[in-house]
């Protein structure tokens, strides 16, 4: 999208190496903004709650493993209701908006926004903006109340619309002034939360009363600090179906070979995990391990191997994985979303075709391969019962944040608590599977496939792959890396 903000991260230092890498407030650029007491403390699901409101301190650490000696590190926010808020209930007119590709819980973040509103806050004035971005200034809005809202988290998709590209800065803050919009929720991956930034920079030049709260969404669970972004789960879960079918095909038939497609554009998280959680997959095929097909240690010899061993095998591949391995010919032109993803050539459907053509001309065995593609289907589900409360969570901690006055955020759960994040943090990189990391390691001895890599040539690979990050040791574990450095 081509999109840059020009904020000036906020960070505030401590004893120890403290480092807090805090988020706006409305106060930061509009001076003497009444505050009000928070509503909640007279509600009465809540007024029980012993210290129910966020301490003005608490913050929660990037990094929980530690050394004795190291030093403090990077902190958030941590999310939550606070004693002040900076809105009248009456006063609040709230936006919500859900761009780019659809992914499980969409409608759950939406529900979740409308309700904590009404129900935490008493706010009754919730509109939807239909069809992404650009449905601020071409298109009607509409009303969201709890009663219209209600069951929607059992549906898949967005009931709101979606759509990619459409970012107008000027149009969109345009028509948030002129509609007297004074909450912004905006639920979309890196693209969306990096215009989310711009956005709230407008806003802020504007000198506007208006909190601008970020949800990050992909499926391919690729946004960096946060643990993991919702609908993850419920996508690996509804993997795990599509293999299961790769695993019945597969075995009910000589030489069965059951290949699976799942999404991921740049990383391999989902195809990752739904392996590992799998325990029938032989071989995953993903974007950060590049691989071949031919000779010793490629995935024919593999195959073969496997195929003489026991008689059938499980493929899974990301969708952007070998993409470097089709020839020219197949290879459509440079394109891309109206996002700016490249757009990526059926990879598995040509590996599944030169497989085929291995076994039967090369090596003239017969082998029965099925491709299945189930990429939209597991994206159109919704969300499953984890994620719905992760869903709840995230959309209350957007709702506490900007009725607080914080703007220019986006939510996520940071070693398993409610953070705010500024959005530089989240859009500067993309996480991706470190091949160097013990999880790609523990997947590597569950299927037992070659690595296709000697150890320098995947050290290589990594450098190349992260070359701003560093890797922390057993805390990142599951494949993530922290930034090094904080640019806006
Ligand atoms: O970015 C998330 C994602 O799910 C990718 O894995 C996938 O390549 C892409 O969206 C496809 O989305 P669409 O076809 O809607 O552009």
Request: aromatic fraction near 8%; charged fraction near 25%.
């Amino acid at each position: 999208m081509g999109l840059e903000c020009n904020s000036k991260p906020k960070i505030v230092t401590g004893e120890y190496g403290y480092i807090l890498e805090d988020v706006p407030h409305l106060s930061d650029y509009i001076p003497n903004l009444p505050v009000h007491s928070n509503p909640l403390q007279d509600n009465p699901a809540y007024s029980a709650v012993r210290q129910y409101f966020i301490h003005v301190d608490d913050s929660v650490p990037q990094k929980v493993v530690v050394h004795k000696d190291s030093p403090r590190g990077v902190h958030f926010r941590r999310a939550g209701p606070r004693e002040k808020v900076y809105f009248e209930s009456e006063d609040v007119h709230a936006c919500i908006v859900t761009c780019g590709g659809l992914c499980p819980g969409l409608n759950t973040v939406i529900r979740e926004i409308v309700c904590g509103l009404h129900h935490m806050y008493g706010v009754n004035r919730v509109i939807g903006i239909n069809g992404g971005y650009r449905g601020f200034y071409s298109k009607n809005t509409v009303s969201l109340t709890p009663n219209s809202v209600n069951d929607i988290h059992k549906r898949g998709g967005t009931i709101l619309g979606t759509s990619r590209g459409g970012h107008d800065t000027k149009k969109i803050v345009d028509s948030i002034e002129d509609r007297g919009i004074n909450q912004v929720y905006i639920i979309g991956g890196d693209g969306t939360q990096k215009g989310a930034a711009v956005i709230f920079e407008e806003i802020k030049r504007r000198g506007l009363k208006v909190a601008v709260a970020g949800i990050p969404k992909t499926i391919d669970n690729d946004i960096p600090v946060i643990d993991k972004s919702f609908g993850f789960d419920s996508a690996v879960e509804e993997a795990e179906r599509a293999i299961n079918a790769a695993h019945v095909e597969a075995t009910s038939i000589e030489n069965g070979i059951g290949f699976v497609k799942l999404m991921g554009r740049y990383c391999g998280f989902i195809a990752m995990y739904a392996t590992l959680a799998s325990r029938d997959v032989d071989c995953c095929l993903i974007p950060e391990s590049p691989f071949y097909l031919e000779g010793a240690g490629g995935l024919f010899e593999y195959i073969e191997k496997r195929l003489k061993e026991q008689g059938h095998m499980v493929i899974v591949m990301a969708e952007g994985a070998g993409q470097e391995l089709l020839s020219e010919e197949f290879r459509t032109a440079n394109q891309h979303d109206a996002s700016g993803n490249k757009l990526l050539d059926d990879v598995g459907l040509w590996i599944s075709r030169r497989i085929k053509d291995h076994f039967s001309k090369k090596r003239k065995i017969a082998i029965n391969l099925k491709y299945i593609d189930p990429t939209y289907m597991i994206r159109a589900i919704p969300s499953n019962a984890s994620d719905n409360v992760y869903c709840t969570l995230l959309a209350q901690s957007a709702v506490h944040g900007a009725m607080a006055g914080f703007t220019g955020f986006t939510v996520g759960l940071v070693n398993g608590r409610q953070t705010y994040i500024p959005f530089y943090r989240i859009n500067e990189l993309r996480n991706k599977v470190i091949i160097t990391d013990r999880m790609w390691a523990r997947l590597l001895s569950s299927t037992n496939q070659p690595s296709f890599l000697s150890r320098k040539q995947a050290t290589e690979v990594d450098k190349k792959e992260h070359p701003d990050t560093q890797l922390l040791d057993d805390s990142f574990a599951d494949g993530e890396a922290v930034t090094k450095d904080i640019t806006c």
